[in-house]
């Protein structure tokens, strides 16, 4: 039952990280771009925030670990909405791409170590390298990184009638 659980959560989030690489694709403006960095950032405090429970279950409330993401999403958004006009007019031609990817595959992690903890307990988590073996070697740090590649070029494959468009010499 768990095992089943998990996966729904996990295709849940895999849903929206291809949502938010899909938006990172199509932004337009700075605003849009913060929104991308905001929303990989969210989601990667979450998961910081469900491990950190998920080995201090007595010292560490839910509630807290609601309270820190509330912190990082006021912190954020409420100098963002200071100058969100002046974001929305400044054009964004590219350039962050290397660090949207280095956010998701960041998220990706963090994803398969919250699960494998959840699922097997942190008496497996005794070190450094058992924390990144049992976190990358996963089918919660594969299932969702080739789920959201596929979902990407699927989708870039319809809208374009082709993934790679070459320019014409």
């Known amino acids: 039952m768990d095992l ?18 899909y938006l990172s694709e199509r932004v337009k403006n700075y605003a849009g771009l913060f929104l991308v960095y905001f929303l990989l950032g969210m989601m990667a405090i979450m998961f910081l925030s469900a491990i950190y429970y998920l080995y201090y279950p007595p010292s560490f409330s839910l509630a807290l670990a609601f309270l820190t993401n509330s912190i990082y999403m006021v912190s954020l958004l409420v100098p963002f909405f200071l100058v969100a006009k002046k974001l929305t007019s400044k054009e964004y031609r590219g350039g962050h791409e290397i660090y ?6 960041i998220n990706e992690f963090l994803m398969g170590y919250t699960f494998n903890l959840a699922y097997l307990g942190s008496s497996y988590f005794e070190n450094t390298l058992d924390v990144f073996n049992y976190s990358v ?33």
């Open 137 to 169: 070697n996963s089918y919660w740090f594969f299932y969702p990184m080739m789920a959201e590649m596929l979902s990407l070029y699927i989708i870039n494959y319809i809208r374009n009638g082709n993934v790679r468009k070459d320019p014409s010499p």
């Open 4 to 21: 089943l659980l998990y996966s729904g959560i996990a295709s849940v989030m895999v849903v929206v990280i291809v949502a938010i690489l």
């Open 100 to 105: 949207i990817s280095v956010l998701a595959v």
